[in-house]
């Protein structure tokens, strides 16, 4: 029997649908912040190019510090005012906590085990303790002085032999091995890699790589499954050699640690051991997923602190003769400086710090991702977004820097103005629950490399160049770099 359009319970029904529909469509949609217009499916995807962080500076001269842009099928929040990125890290620290994953790094779950990109769980609130009370307490860090000293000291004995035969020396290069030996002493009491040829600095930098190249499957999510750039399956690639580099050491170490023997009372012994009173012990895929990271945020972000400071010493040579002035009155040249010297220089601080702000290894931190939905400035971010702080362009504010563009250690001299995550004009290492926990052990790894590389020797351009000739363009992988690696000739001390 066909259906009676006049009967008056379904005309009410279709009354009813109807009046919800027009509601529905007609309601208010959350009012996201401002931002720019951008291509239909594509957003403003082509506007970023390959410095995201200065476009993004750019659009938001005209959005406003907080503005909504759609990238793809992704909407995208950006902070980028120290008012913003304090609403962000502090005032709604807590609901925008959680983070937004790249595909590459989904392989075999490892976002899920992950310090860095995992949201926040009990998992990661215990690896962070774990990790924060064995390595990265100033007692933790105070106590492994002899270690950093050791690796710093060899990194100057490699850096002779290029002084002898006059070669130039790539900085990024040798800080980043001396940051994967340190760590490999700090993890597994040994060094792990051979400073002359490293597979295994080889596959840290490729998967670096990776986790820099725009993805368009982290843009259009259906696309995650054809991988057509080839990044996920590199990058998986880079994970499980890795993987089967750490696996084996963990294995030997249980095998000697079943035999009997003493304990080697690193932080690998502690990743072994039961976390709580319960007994219960991270998985496998846990320890992994955390030594990657541990090598990847302790030996990337370091060495390119390092290389930037050097160059801006190099590009500035004023600054270069005040820095080797303070490190020849304060420490001389009878013995090696050392960490116990740092608060007798205060102009080597100011000269990272500064190196910091103008090229913060991490321009848009890490992005984050609504966990709820939260209320900033009258705006709305709905749960599941993704927020992004661009402290590049924190950094550069004009109403908070004079000069900004302009490297000038001086502006820290008598300024109280730091990167502990307390002022929100400076956080190159972040702010809030999600600030690097490796601030400390990388304050005192970048201030005593750089303080070594000055100390021990003087540094001169390659091809008779002069300062002003440097290239000191940047390029955003998955750090911001140096376009051109540094490579200077490393020359005796007169
Ligand atoms: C100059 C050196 C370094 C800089 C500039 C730096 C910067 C950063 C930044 C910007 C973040 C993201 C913060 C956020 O999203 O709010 C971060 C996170 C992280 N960093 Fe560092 N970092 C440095 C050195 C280190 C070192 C030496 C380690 C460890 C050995 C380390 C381990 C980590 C880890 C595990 C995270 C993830 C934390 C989380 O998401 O909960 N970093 N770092």
Known sequence: MGKDWGSLPWLMSMLICLYTLVVWAGRKSPKLPPGPKGLPLLGSLLELGNRPHAALATLAKTHGPL????????????????????????????????????????????????????????????????????????????????????????????????????????????????????????????????????????????????????????????????????IQRRAAGCIKKLHQIFNEKIEERLRFRESGQPRCGDFLDILLDPIDAKGSKFSRAEILSLIIELYFGGSESNSITVEWAMAELLHNPAQMATVKQELSEKVGHQRAVEEADMDRLPYLQAVIKESLRLHPPGPLLLPRRADATVEIAGFVIPKHTTVVINVWAISREARTWENPTTFSPERFIGSDVNYKGGDFSFIPFGAGRRICPGLLLAERIVQLMLASLLQSFDWELPLGWKPEEMDMSEELGFTLHKKVPLEVIPMKKN
């Open 67 to 230: 503005m909504t842009l759609r990238l793809g099928l992704r909407t995208v929040v950006v902070a980028s005012s120290s008012d913003m990125a304090k609403e962000v890290c502090q005032k709604n620290d807590h609901a925008l906590a959680s983070r937004f994953a790249p595909e590459a790094i989904k392989v075999d779950s490892h976002d899920q085990y992950s310090i860095a990109w995992g949201g926040i769980s009990p998992l990661w609130r215990n690896v962070r303790r774990v990790s924060t009370t064995h390595l990265f307490t100033k007692q933790q860090v105070e106590s492994q002085e002899f270690l950093h000293h050791q690796k710093v000291q060899q990194m100057v004995g490699i850096i002779e032999k290029d002084c002898a035969a006059k070669r130039a020396v790539a900085i990024r290069r040798v800080a980043f091995l001396t940051g994967i030996n340190l760590l490999s002493n700090m993890i597994f009491s040994v060094d792990v890699v051979d400073p002359e040829a490293s597979e295994f600095k080889q596959l840290l930098s490729s998967l670096g790589e990776e986790l820099g190249r725009p993805n368009v499957a982290d843009y259009f999510p259906l696309l995650r499954h054809f991988d057509l750039q080839g």
